[in-house]
């Protein structure tokens, strides 16, 4: 049963064109999955590099110059505590940011002058160990991470944008985190979205390709059993197939046959 | 052979298939009073149409049967 099963033209036909639509589909899939995601990061990217440099345009050189004067045991000061707030009101009009901090740049190292993490959050002056080359970049202008980074904090997406003094200089640098989650959850959704479509066009397609391929088997069957009856001396048979196609044309040829064969046989009975 | 039962052969073999000349022959003969159907005239396509009509008809059905008719009565 299984082997007839298996040498059925039916059954090749559809597994022959759904096994085609998954190499084109998956295809498809993986060269522009890649693709969707980085032009996705790259968006993100822009976003980050807007967020952070519109941000950057609301730190007033007024509150620059009180950050600039922040040293270690300031933490409960009314002037950090404002600067705090500031961020903290800024953070919320952005719902992708995670944390928004303020650091200086000293001797080739980065100390942190304001963060408004609530958990656990880095105290003036201590040291971003690590911190990625984007950061250095942001001293001349707005610079976002290549691709997600991991620091002692977590895993995140990070733009970095100059604070600038009233003479021109850069000051300070500010610094907007985008969790990696969050990143990962647009990348996952094109993913994700991906694979519906895929699947659906498979499943369509499985389900044309059925209709169709029993359509067509259906009427070989039937000239099948027509032959099968002939050959078993039945003359009394038709051939039943109404198609436009080659199928149909095949139907014709042999229903002419079928015909000239119960004329001989009707003359050779007289 | 005439030109006309050429044509004639040529509209049914589409029909019937390789046994029509033994077909069309026989028609001939048995309806129409012993005529070869090689010699067969304007004035003999009614009757043989209609003697195709119901002998066709009766092999490639009906409706089928009447169109050859047709088409032999158009000649």
């Given at each position: 049963?299984?082997?007839?099963?298996?040498?059925s033209?039916?059954?090749?036909?559809?597994?022959s064109?759904?096994a085609?639509i998954i190499?084109?589909t998956?295809?498809?899939?993986l060269?522009?999955?890649?693709?969707?995601?980085?032009?996705?990061?790259?968006?993100?990217?822009e976003?980050?590099?807007?967020?952070i440099?519109?941000?950057?345009?609301q730190?007033t050189?007024?509150?620059?110059?009180?950050?600039?004067?922040?040293?270690?045991?300031?933490?409960?000061?009314d002037?950090?505590?404002?600067?705090?707030?500031?961020?903290?009101?800024m953070r919320?009009l952005?719902?992708?940011?995670?944390?928004?901090?303020?650091?200086?740049?000293?001797?080739e190292?980065i100390?942190?002058?304001?963060d408004?993490?609530?958990?656990?959050?880095?105290?003036?002056?201590?040291?971003y160990?690590?911190?990625?080359?984007k950061?250095?970049?942001?001293v001349?202008?707005?610079?976002?991470s290549?691709?997600?980074?991991?620091?002692?904090?977590?895993?995140?997406l990070?733009?970095?944008a100059?604070?600038?003094?009233?003479a021109?200089n850069?000051?300070?640098?500010?610094?907007?985190?985008?969790?990696?989650?969050?990143?990962?959850?647009?990348?996952?959704?094109?993913?994700?979205?991906?694979?519906?479509?895929m699947?659906?066009?498979?499943?369509?397609?499985?389900?044309?390709?059925?209709i169709?391929?029993?359509?067509?088997?259906r009427?070989?069957?039937?000239l099948?059993?027509?032959?099968?009856?002939?050959?078993?001396?039945n003359?009394?048979?038709?051939v039943?197939?109404n198609?436009?196609?080659?199928?149909?044309?095949?139907?014709?040829?042999?229903?002419?046959?079928?015909?000239s064969?119960?004329?001989m046989?009707?003359?050779?009975?007289? | 052979?005439?030109?006309?039962?050429n044509?004639?052969?040529s509209?049914?073999?589409?029909y019937?298939?390789?046994?029509?000349?033994?077909?069309?022959?026989?028609?001939?003969?048995?309806?129409?009073?012993?005529?070869?159907?090689?010699?067969?005239?304007?004035?003999?396509?009614?009757?043989f149409?209609?003697?195709?009509?119901?002998?066709?008809?009766?092999?490639i059905?009906?409706?089928k049967?009447?169109?050859?008719?047709?088409?032999?009565m158009?000649?």
């Amino acid at each position: 049963m299984m082997r007839k099963m298996m040498h059925s033209l039916q059954i090749k036909l559809v597994l022959s064109f759904v096994a085609l639509i998954i190499v084109i589909t998956g295809g498809t899939f993986l060269l522009t999955l890649g693709q969707t995601r980085t032009a996705l990061l790259e968006a993100t990217r822009e976003n980050l590099t807007q967020i952070i440099g519109m941000v950057s345009t609301q730190i007033t050189p007024a509150d620059i110059n009180v950050m600039s004067g922040f040293k270690a045991g300031d933490e409960t000061s009314d002037s950090y505590l404002s600067m705090l707030k500031k961020l903290r009101n800024m953070r919320a009009l952005s719902p992708n940011i995670t944390n928004l901090y303020v650091m200086r740049l000293v001797d080739e190292k980065i100390t942190f002058v304001v963060d408004d993490v609530e958990d656990d959050p880095a105290a003036i002056g201590q040291v971003y160990e690590e911190p990625e080359a984007k950061l250095f970049d942001a001293v001349n202008g707005p610079a976002v991470s290549n691709n997600l980074y991991t620091d002692e904090w977590g895993t995140f997406l990070s733009g970095y944008a100059p604070l600038k003094d009233t003479a021109g200089n850069t000051a300070l640098i500010i610094g907007a985190d985008m969790e990696a989650a969050k990143v990962a959850e647009r990348l996952d959704f094109i993913g994700n979205t991906i694979y519906i479509i895929m699947g659906l066009a498979i499943l369509l397609a499985a389900v044309i390709i059925g209709i169709f391929s029993v359509t067509i088997i259906r009427d070989i069957k039937k000239l099948n059993k027509t032959a099968d009856e002939i050959s078993k001396g039945n003359t009394n048979v038709s051939v039943n197939v109404n198609r436009k196609d080659e199928i149909g044309e095949l139907a014709e040829s042999f229903g002419r046959m079928v015909t000239s064969l119960k004329i001989m046989m009707a003359e050779d009975e007289k | 052979m005439s030109d006309l039962s050429n044509k004639i052969t040529s509209l049914a073999i589409d029909y019937l298939g390789p046994a029509t000349g033994r077909f069309l022959q026989r028609q001939s003969s048995s309806h129409m009073n012993g005529l070869v159907f090689e010699t067969i005239e304007r004035q003999h396509l009614p009757e043989f149409a209609r003697w195709v009509h119901i002998s066709a008809g009766l092999l490639i059905g009906n409706q089928k049967g009447k169109e050859l008719a047709d088409k032999i009565m158009r000649l």
